[in-house]
Antibody
Framework: EVQLVQSGAEVKKPGATVKISCKVS????????MHWVQQAPGKGLEWMGL????????IYAEKFQGRVTITADTSTDTAYMELSSLRSEDTAVYYC?????????????WGQGTLVTVSS | EIVMTQSPATLSVSPGERATLSCRAS??????LAWYQQKPGQAPRLLIY???TRATGIPARFSGSGSGTEFTLTISSLQSEDFAVYYC???????????FGGGTKVEIK
């Protein structure tokens, strides 16, 4: 069974950095991209970027470029998303998601989400 | 950037009735369009990809249609578990662009 298990909720001050983990099981970690998606309270979904665990290559959405770093640790089958220079607008649930279909760019498995609250 | 616009924002439907949700792309995405369902407090679930192909385990009452810029998700006979928010997502301009619509909330009438 494919599972993506994320780290717990975080509370951060403006200007700080948060790092969230996503540990996978049930499939070969290096076979599929790992994506991260942001969802602000009561809002829609926004794709942030991805890492290819096989070689560590990343692609970031323009909105988050420069503030987000996505990495993968193949020794522990864990992906990480680090977001810096936090501001109140970054308060959101962050999901890791992967796509195991033959079509890339889809998300058929998701983590449970991690709530990040940015508040002074 | 491709902008995905969903309508209506909220759809009130009685159980057993048909629900029709729309998604429009600001430019053609061919058939590279997916639909997701999200219930409160849960992660989204993939329903449809390729505009009309149901994902594994998705009931036949969910169907998708369209191509280019206009897409529709139809739920033929709403069940209680179908009341949720639905998002469309394009993956035509990928990489690097993956964009979602703003969502349609299907609520009980």
């Amino acid at each position: 069974e494919v599972q993506l298990v994320q780290s717990g909720a975080e509370v951060k001050k403006p200007g700080a950095t948060v790092k969230i983990s996503c540990k996978v099981s049930g499939y070969t970690f290096t076979d599929y991209y790992m994506h991260w998606v942001q969802q602000a309270p009561g809002k829609g979904l926004e794709w942030m970027g991805l890492v290819d665990p096989e070689d560590g290559e990343t692609i970031y959405a323009e909105k988050f470029q420069g503030r987000v770093t996505i990495t993968a640790d193949t020794s522990t089958d864990t992906a990480y998303m680090e977001l810096s220079s936090l501001r109140s607008e970054d308060t959101a649930v962050y999901y890791c998601a992967t796509g195991t279909t033959t079509v890339t760019g889809l998300f058929d498995y998701w983590g449970q989400g991690t709530l990040v609250t940015v508040s002074s | 950037e491709i902008v995905m616009t969903q309508s209506p924002a909220t759809l009130s439907v009685s159980p057993g009735e048909r629900a029709t949700l729309s998604c429009r792309a600001s430019q053609s995405v061919s058939s590279n369009l997916a639909w997701y369902q999200q219930k409160p407090g849960q992660a989204p679930r993939l329903l449809i990809y390729g505009a009309s192909t149901r994902a594994t385990g998705i009931p036949a009452r969910f169907s998708g249609s369209g191509s280019g810029t206009e897409f529709t998700l139809t739920i033929s006979s709403l069940q209680s578990e179908d009341f949720a928010v639905y998002y469309c997502q394009q993956y035509n301009n990928w990489p690097p662009e993956l964009t979602f619509g703003g969502g349609t909330k299907v609520e009980i009438k």
